[in-house]
């Protein structure tokens, strides 16, 4: 079990009365058992922790997978959380072969947005950020072209230009690895239209989260809203997956779609796909940051 820290929930709602700094978030999973759920309230219980939100799933209640999330309120929260998590080890780990995570919310975690010249998804977290409705902390913009450097400077973000051309990467990947070493907890791609090679995904050594324009899978390749124009489709969507070496087929996140018709143009659908994205990867990067997502193999479990 590991104690991290994590930001303050902000999506749906914990609790409307507990401080931030009194909240911490506990994230349990294996395999499912009787007792775990009275295990995990009697650790907390023990320690005059009140559960002020609880969420659970298994996918067998006769030995399946079991997952849950559970954020508890305390006094003197940071002082005893090192304790907790001493028992929830023992009682957990050496008593139901269970993993843990528990974590602080009170330091919002930190992530890396790389981008290219497509700016709506990048300009949008951004804007959400300075919001108050992502609960993050933006430790920079990476993008292959300078285009929007102005903008995210403007948001009070240091902004990177990192060239990224032709078949070998090698060179962008290491700038990146450099840049991003010890200073992110996770990445976001906000249509970066590059492929991450599978060195770089082993040695970022943090969750990668990428939007992609369409249930997956689906018109890969350029021109997917012409694509879709030609093949005469009804629906535009999005997909928000964690980014693996297979290219577009990591766990998925979040998804979702809008009505066209036959009357709407490449165009039309290029902008409507374009606010679908925009929503999707903003609620994968609020539930990611939040702690609601826990990643079994290659599919989801997402607590939002």
Not at 62 to 79: E, S
Not at 202 to 216: A, Y
Request: hydrophobic content about 40%; proline content about 5%.
């Amino acid at each position: 079990m590991t104690l991290t820290q994590n930001a303050p929930a902000h999506g749906k709602k914990d609790t409307p009365a507990e401080p931030s700094h009194r909240l911490a978030s506990l994230i349990v999973q294996g395999e499912d058992r009787t007792g775990i759920v009275a295990a995990v309230a009697g650790v907390l219980s023990g320690h005059g922790a009140n559960i002020v939100s609880l969420d659970q799933y298994s996918d067998n209640p006769h030995g399946g997978a079991f997952f849950q999330r559970t954020v508890f309120g305390l006094d003197n929260l940071q002082a005893a959380l090192p304790t907790i998590e001493k028992d929830l080890r023992q009682r957990l780990g050496e008593g139901y072969g269970l993993t843990c995570t528990l974590r602080d919310p009170s330091v919002p975690k930190r992530v890396a947005i790389f981008a290219s010249k497509s700016d709506h998804c990048l300009l949008d977290l951004l804007w959400r950020h300075r919001r108050g409705q992502l609960p993050v902390t933006i430790a920079m913009v990476i993008s292959n072209h300078p285009d929007t450097a102005e903008e995210v400077r403007s948001f009070g973000i240091p902004f990177f230009h990192v060239p990224c051309q032709g078949p070998d990467k090698s060179a962008a990947e290491a700038e990146h690895l450099r840049l991003l070493r010890g200073n992110v907890d996770f990445v976001v791609l906000a249509r970066y239209m590059q492929i991450l090679s599978g060195d770089f995904i082993e040695q970022v050594g943090v969750p990668v989260i990428s939007i992609h324009h369409s249930f997956l899978p689906a018109f890969v390749g350029a021109g997917p809203y012409a694509k879709a124009k030609e093949r005469g489709v009804k629906l535009v969507g999005a997909t928000a997956h964690y980014v693996t070496e297979d290219l577009d087929e990591g766990p998925i996140i979040e998804q979702d779609v809008v009505r066209v018709t036959h009357a709407d143009t490449a165009a039309d659908l290029m902008r409507r796909g374009a606010d679908v994205e925009r929503a999707v990867l903003s609620r994968a990067v609020l539930w990611h940051a939040e702690d609601r997502v826990i990643r079994n193999g290659n599919h989801t479990i997402v607590f939002a």
